[in-house]
């Protein structure tokens, strides 16, 4: 007897992301941004939060047996092409996330270090950085930190070349490190990887303190190699669209702005005829 044919389906992307309410960051900005760029988006939620768009006021972790038991039912009926990973919260959530990692050691990881929220509140407990570099660095495919981000995790170093040699080191494959914390008039982005040469590229520095940015960026990083483009192709076009889903942004609370996600969808509404033949 002939199996039945199984039907085609876009690439899949698991997220492994803090909640946030605003929808402007976190696993809402994951799914968005996966979606938007035709992956499809299974999802993991390591932490609650109390925030707005000004700033995050508290958050929670998910407790780890919870998040254990949901990743196995999850990952035993499907499996994803890459996963991304964005606010671990504790170490206890990192001990789950690392377990994953370990199961599906195929499976290429992009990895956003999120460490504190735009406003600098901490979104970490215990040695969160420590253990990151010692064990989840080296399962890491492609990081994507911010300045900030790439110093903490490049041992302090003001040099961010030594920053991106530094967290390389530790196993993974391509760094890249964005430059929207930078007072530059344009805003550079520099990627990283193993035996080539930095590849920088600069964006005009928009207007506005966007929430979700870095969310943004890693999450299409990962729907992109999920249909096997390369670290650096994912790398660049992951950067067009972040910059455009910016510069389409809009303000729906009193701070910062939400990325447009679906800004190619309401240009696709613009150009249509709107007379019926």
Not at 208 to 216: A, F, I, P, V
Request: hydrophobic share 35%; net charge negative; with cysteine.
């Amino acid at each position: 007897m002939t199996s039945p044919a199984t039907p085609l389906h876009p690439p899949i992307v698991c997220c492994i992301s803090g909640f946030d309410p605003t929808g402007g960051a976190g696993i809402q900005a994951d799914i968005e941004a996966v979606n938007s760029i035709g992956a499809q988006c299974i999802s993991l939620i390591t932490a609650l939060t109390v925030q707005d768009t000004h700033t995050v006021y508290h958050f929670q972790p998910v407790a780890p047996d919870i998040l254990r038991a949901q990743a196995d039912t999850l990952l035993n009926d499907i499996r994803p092409d890459v996963f991304k990973i964005g606010m671990i919260g504790d170490d206890s959530v990192l001990d789950v996330v690392l377990e994953i990692l370990e199961k599906y050691p195929n499976i290429p990881v992009v990895y956003d270090p999120v460490f504190s929220s735009g406003s600098g509140t901490s979104l970490s407990k215990g040695d969160m950085i420590d253990r990151v570099q010692r064990d989840l660095l080296p399962k890491v495919t492609l990081c994507t930190p911010n300045t900030p981000e790439a110093k903490l995790l490049g041992n302090g170093s003001k040099d961010l070349d030594q920053c991106a040699h530094d967290i390389l080191e530790r196993g993974c494959d391509g760094v890249l490190i964005t430059g929207s914390h930078e007072s530059t008039p344009l805003v550079e982005n520099t990627l990283y990887t193993v035996g080539d040469d930095p590849v920088s590229r600069q964006w005009e520095r928009l207007p506005h303190l966007y929430h979700g940015s870095g969310c943004t960026l890693a999450a299409a990083c990962a729907a992109l190699m999920s249909a096997h483009l390369s670290i650096s192709d994912a790398a660049l076009e992951a950067q067009e669209y972040t910059y455009l889903a910016l510069k389409a942004g809009f303000a729906i609370g009193q701070n910062q702005w939400h990325p447009d996600r679906m800004y190619w969808s309401r240009e696709l509404e613009e150009d249509e005829d709107p007379h019926v033949n």
